[in-house]
C-alpha cells in the first residue's frame, strides 16, 4: 500500500528506485590510558591522521569542482584547525590515545556549539564527518560511506556530508532523501549542481526498509513509498514531459506577455561560468568572492591573485551583467585573519561587511582588484556587500568603492530585516539591491538556515518574508533603481513567478535551475504573477503561501 511522505524539496526532478542506506559511522573509541613516555608518539599519529584526512577532503575537492570544492576545502580547514589540534595534543599529553584525545576535542568543540544556540549547527555534520575520518584513520579501519552497488538507486541517510555528495555517481545514485539538514545545506546545494533529485528534512527516512522502492519528487518534496505501477508510470511520464519542455526553453527569461526578467547564475568561480553559459545565463548575479579567500587559508590571497580570476569571470560574459559580492566572512565561514574567534553568537556578530570595515585593507585590496579587472572590458560590472543594516553602512561602502577607483554600480544585499524595512533609506547610498533570502529567512524567523530542526521556519515562501521582499522591490521602483534576488528562493520555479509579482527586477540562481524558471515565467503574465504574488502575501503560513499561488496559477 502507498505511504506519501513529506519532506523539503531541495533539487528538481523525480527519481524512481530501491532505498539502500548510507553507511553511518559508529567511531567511538574506547577510553583508555597511555604510558606518560608514549605521549609523543600519539602526538605524531595524530597529527599525520590530520594531514592526511585534510589531503583527501582537499583532492575530493580538486575532483569534484564547483561548489563541491569550495564546501571540501572548508572541511579541510575545519580539520587543520589550529584550536582543535592543540586540544588534542593536550588530552595525549594527559594520557588518552590519539584516536580518544581526537574524538573527545571534537565533541567538545560540538558541544561548545550547542551552547552557542546552534548558530553553527548546519555545520555539525561537517564536523563529525571530519572527526569520523580521523579517528577511523587512526583506527585503521574504512570509512563506512555510500553504499557498493552495480545497480542504480535512491539513496537514504540521516545526514550527507560534503565528502560524500560531491563525489555521488549520478549514474547509480538517481536520488537522495535525508532525514535531517535543510534547504540550504551543504548537501542540498550540492545535490542541485549535481541535478540530482533529493529530499532533506524527511522525518524517520532511515526507518525506511532497504531495497523499498519510492519515488523522489525534488519539487515538492513528497517521496511516496511502494507506489502502484501504474503511479510509477504516471510520474515517469510527467518527467519526461518536463525535460522535454526544459529542452525547448530557450532565450531571455520574461513573462508571456513579454515582461523580461534577467536569469542570472550564482557562481564560486571560473569553474562554474561554463554551467552558467551553457544553461542560458543573462549574466552573473551572484559572484561569491569568499570562496577564493577560503583557498589561501591563513591570509587574504594577494591582488595579483584576485585580478587573475576576477578577470577570468568578466571575460566570460561580454556585454553581460556581472554582480560580484565582496568577501563575505564569518558565521559558517570563519577566516583566522578577519573573523573574532570568541564570539558567542557568530551569525549575529562581525560578519560580512563590518569584517571588512573592521580590515579596511583586505577590502581596499579586493575593490582594488576588481576595478583593475574590469577595465577595457565591456562588462557590466557591479559590486555588492554583504549584511548591510543600515544607511551608514551602504554610506561607507559606497565610499570605498569610490576610493578604490571602482567605475560600476555599488549596491547593498538586503539580508538582515532591517535593510529591507529601510530599503528607500540605503538607495539613497548605493544604486541597486540584491534580496539574499537564504540569511533574509534565517534573520527574520530566528531559525538557522542550516538547522533541519527549524527548516519550518526557513521556508521561504513564508508570508512575513514575502512582505519584506515587497517592501524593497517597492522602495528600489520608488526610486527607480533595480531589486534583484540572489537566495536560493530564486531557483523555485513557482515561487520566481510569485517574486516577479512582487516587483523583483531580475533572479539569480544554481545553472542547473534556469531552465526551470526559465520555461514556469514563460506560462504566465505578469499580471498573473501579480496575483498569485497577492494570494501568497494574504496567507498565513509558507504552505497555505505556496498552495494559493499554484491555484492562482493554475486557474483553480
Request: a negative charge; proline letters at 6%.
Amino acid at each position: 500500500m502507498e505511504t506519501t511522505l513529506q519532506g523539503v524539496g531541495v533539487s528538481h526532478g523525480v527519481a524512481i528506485g530501491e532505498i539502500r542506506h548510507m553507511g553511518t559511522a559508529v567511531l567511538e573509541p574506547p577510553a583508555r590510558q597511555i604510558r606518560p613516555e608514549d605521549a609523543g608518539r600519539e602526538q605524531g599519529r595524530a597529527r599525520k591522521a590530520v594531514q592526511a584526512v585534510s589531503a583527501d577532503l582537499l583532492a575530493r575537492g580538486n575532483l569534484a569542482g564547483g561548489e563541491a570544492q569550495a564546501v571540501l576545502e572548508a572541511q579541510a580547514l575545519m580539520a587543520d584547525d589550529p584550536e582543535l589540534k592543540a586540544d588534542v595534543e593536550r588530552r595525549i599529553a594527559v594520557g588518552s590515545t590519539a584516536e580518544r584525545a581526537v574524538y573527545d576535542a571534537f565533541a567538545s568543540y560540538r558541544a561548545l556549539l550547542a551552547g552557542a544556540g546552534e548558530y553553527l549547527a548546519g555545520r555539525v555534520a561537517d564536523l563529525d564527518d571530519v572527526r569520523n575520518r580521523i579517528v577511523a584513520r587512526l583506527l585503521g579501519v574504512p570509512m563506512p560511506g555510500v553504499p557498493d552497488s552495480d545497480q542504480p538507486y535512491v539513496l537514504i541517510a540521516r545526514d550527507l556530508a560534503p565528502a560524500d555528495t560531491a563525489l555521488l555517481d549520478p549514474a547509480l545514485v538517481l536520488g537522495f532523501v535525508t532525514e535531517e539538514g535543510g534547504p540550504t545545506s551543504h548537501s542540498a546545494i550540492l545535490a542541485r549542481s549535481l541535478r540530482v533529485p533529493a529530499v532533506v528534512a524527511l522525518p524517520g527516512a532511515v526507518e525506511l526498509a532497504e531495497g523499498t522502492v519510492i519515488a523522489v519528487d525534488g519539487s515538492t518534496g513528497e517521496v511516496f513509498v511502494e507506489p502502484t505501477g501504474q503511479e510509477r508510470a504516471e510520474m515517469t511520464r510527467a518527467a519526461a514531459e518536463r525535460r522535454a519542455a526544459l529542452a525547448a526553453s530557450t532565450g531571455p527569461g520574461a513573462t508571456s506577455d513579454g515582461h523580461k526578467v534577467p536569469l542570472l547564475a550564482n557562481i564560486g568561480g571560473p569553474g562554474e561560468v561554463a554551467a552558467a553559459l551553457e544553461a542560458g545565463a543573462e549574466g552573473v548575479g551572484l559572484f561569491r568572492t569568499e570562496f577564493l579567500f577560503l583557498d589561501e587559508g591563513s591570509r587574504a590571497p594577494s591582488e595579483e591573485r584576485q585580478f587573475a580570476v576576477y578577470r577570468e569571470v568578466l571575460e566570460a560574459f561580454p556585454e553581460g551583467r556581472v554582480v560580484v559580492r565582496v568577501l563575505d566572512a564569518g558565521a559558517d565561514k570563519p577566516l583566522a585573519f578577519l573573523s573574532p574567534a570568541d564570539e558567542p553568537n557568530p551569525a549575529l556578530g562581525v560578519r560580512g561587511l563590518r569584517a571588512l570595515l573592521d580590515h579596511p585593507e583586505v577590502l581596499r585590496t579586493q575593490l582594488g582588484a576588481l576595478a583593475r579587472a574590469a577595465e577595457g572590458l565591456p562588462v557590466y560590472l557591479e559590486v555588492m556587500a554583504p549584511m548591510v543594516a543600515d544607511r551608514r553602512d551602504a554610506r561607507e561602502f559606497a565610499a570605498a568603492c569610490r576610493e578604490a577607483g571602482l567605475h560600476a554600480k555599488f549596491g547593498a544585499m538586503v539580508e538582515i530585516p532591517a535593510a529591507a524595512v529601510r530599503a528607500r533609506s540605503i538607495l539613497q547610498e548605493v544604486e541597486f539591491l540584491s534580496l539574499g533570502t537564504n540569511d533574509l529567512a534565517q534573520y527574520t524567523f530566528a531559525a538557522d538556515r542550516q538547522l533541519g530542526a527549524v527548516s519550518r521556519l526557513q521556508d521561504p515562501w513564508g508570508p512575513a518574508l514575502l512582505d519584506l521582499v515587497a517592501m524593497a522591490a517597492e522602495a528600489a521602483r520608488a526610486e527607480g533603481k533595480s531589486c534583484g534576488v540572489c537566495g536560493e528562493a530564486a531557483a523555485d520555479p513557482l515561487l520566481a513567478c510569485v517574486l516577479t509579482g512582487l516587483g523583483v527586477t531580475s533572479l539569480s540562481m544554481a545553472p542547473s535551475a534556469l531552465p526551470f524558471v526559465r520555461t514556469a515565467l514563460a506560462r504566465f503574465t505578469l499580471a498573473q504573477c501579480e496575483r498569485a504574488a497577492s494570494a501568497a502575501r494574504a496567507a498565513d503560513s509558507a504552505e497555505e503561501a505556496r498552495q494559493a499561488a499554484r491555484g492562482v496559477l493554475s486557474g483553480e
